[in-house]
């Protein structure tokens, strides 16, 4: 589902994930109308604007996430602008990356979303690792799964983790360690699942709070 404002722009890039592939299952103008039909639309992944004329971006996604909690948020903008990311990220997107991207860059950034794969403008996974470290530094709350009760984790696991917290991509961490994309990605949500995680941007806080990141 696309969300923008600008129609030339959202139909520009309806119509490129749709040549490349992608169905386009709704498109959007306005946040709350987003907000509306997202249950109906089932989407898997949204590209969203950050800034749109009726609510903030930052409340479409928790919005969205709250009707349809398995939906994947693209925030795609404009704007750089620190405290926008960490606030996008903080309500649940699962990658931020700016409308000056490429298009294979952006379409790239579609399918790793879709895979649940955090994906950012370069400089921007820096700055969320870095604010992540902050709030642990500072025993800001943990998010959920990390209990005293919290499930054991294989070695195989933690070493994934490990290297998620370090902020390497999937294709990184498969090279790393002589695994598959796949079976990464398969590790990835295994630990999604036993630690009651929603997306990995929650599993790298997780693994820095541990200071699985060293």
């Not at 996604?61 to 994947?72: D, E, K, S």
């Not at 499930?151 to 002589?178: C, F, H, N, W």
Request: with cysteine; charged share 25%.
């Amino acid at each position: 589902m696309v969300v923008d404002d600008h129609p030339m722009w959202r139909e520009g890039v309806a119509r490129d994930l749709t040549e490349a592939g992608h169905q386009v299952v709704a498109s959007c103008g306005e946040g709350r109308q987003a907000i509306r039909v997202v249950t109906a639309a089932r989407p898997d992944v949204v590209v969203l604007d950050l800034q749109l004329p009726d609510v903030s971006g930052v409340e479409v996604i928790r919005g969205l996430r709250a009707a349809w909690p398995q939906v994947r948020v693209l925030m795609l903008s404009a704007s750089g602008e620190q405290q926008g990311v960490l606030d996008a990220v903080k309500a649940g997107a699962t990658g931020y990356l700016l409308k000056s991207a490429a298009l294979a860059e952006f379409l790239d950034a579609v399918r790793r979303t879709a895979a649940g794969e955090p994906v950012f403008t370069p400089g921007l996974a820096g700055l969320v690792l870095g604010e992540y470290r902050r709030l642990a530094a500072a025993g800001g709350p943990a998010p959920t799964g990390t209990g005293a009760s919290t499930p054991r984790l294989t070695d195989r696991e933690t070493e994934v983790l490990r290297l998620v917290a370090k902020g390497m991509s999937y294709k990184q961490i498969a090279e790393r360690l002589g695994l598959s994309h796949r079976t990464v990605q398969n590790h990835v949500q295994n630990t999604l699942g036993k630690l009651q995680l929603h997306n990995r941007v929650e599993l790298t806080r997780y693994a820095i709070e541990r200071g699985l990141d060293d």
